[in-house]
């Protein structure tokens, strides 16, 4: 499985600050998903890009999908304590698998 | 409600006591797959199952077992737990994976503590 490394692993910035995390490849993906976890729960898919430099957004979550489909980007504009948790990326790989980062925490000071 | 429903959410046994988590899915989904989450380690793949009687390896299947006799359920078995399988557990499914984007749906999770 193709290996996804994130960074930074931890993040801590102040309410209304902005961020930018990474997750980089070395691998080609068919698709790559950011999900976000909070404590004990499970991960929840916050978007889907499947086209290289592909960008989407989502309210003020901006993600961006490297040209080569290798890398892929998460940049938040004027954080919130809710946006506070574990954003994992996950690659599809040719072999029917779901490889996942380790995340990236972001924690988001009131 | 679509959901990935998991039981039990908590357990703790002891070492060689043979335990069943069970996964079902209400979304008609063919792909389903169990993960382990540990810390510094990330979700690992445990085992996936493309649709009904079709099941693979994951990147740390030893020590786990797994069937999809049905669409719905994909039950993960330890046969014989040890120590080093103390940890979170995730069922999860996608809707298709030939011609998808693999999103998946996770469940909540269980937390497993063996002794």
């Known amino acids: 499985t193709q290996l996804l490394e994130q960074s930074p692993q931890f993040l801590s910035i102040q309410e209304g600050e902005n961020l930018t995390v990474y997750c980089n490849s070395s691998s080609v993906f068919s698709s790559l998903q950011w999900y976000r976890q909070e404590p004990g729960e499970g991960p929840v898919l916050l978007v889907t890009?499947?086209?290289?430099?592909e960008v989407k957004k989502l309210k003020r979550l901006t993600f961006q999908f490297g040209d080569a489909r290798k890398d892929s980007s998460l940049h938040i504009t004027a954080a919130q304590p809710g946006d506070t948790g574990l954003y994992l990326c996950a690659g599809a790989d040719g072999n029917n698998r779901l490889a996942f980062g380790k995340g990236n925490q972001v924690v988001v000071i009131p | 409600e679509a959901q990935v429903t998991q039981n039990p959410r908590y357990l703790i046994t002891v070492t060689g006591k043979k335990l069943t988590v069970t996964c079902s899915q209400n979304m008609n989904h063919e792909y389903m797959s169990w993960y382990r989450q540990d810390p510094g380690l990330g979700l690992r793949q445990i085992y996936y199952s493309m649709n009904v009687e079709v099941t693979d390896k994951g990147d740390v299947p030893e020590g786990y077992k797994v069937s999809r006799k049905e669409k719905r359920n994909f039950p993960l078995i330890l046969e014989s737990p040890s120590p080093n399988q103390t940890s979170l557990y995730f069922c999860?499914?996608?809707?298709?994976?030939?011609?998808?984007?693999?999103?998946?749906?996770f469940g909540p999770g269980t937390r497993l503590t063996v002794l």
């Open positions: 890009v499947v086209t290289g430099g």
């Open positions: 999860a499914s996608t809707l298709t994976w030939t011609f998808g984007a693999h999103e998946q749906f």
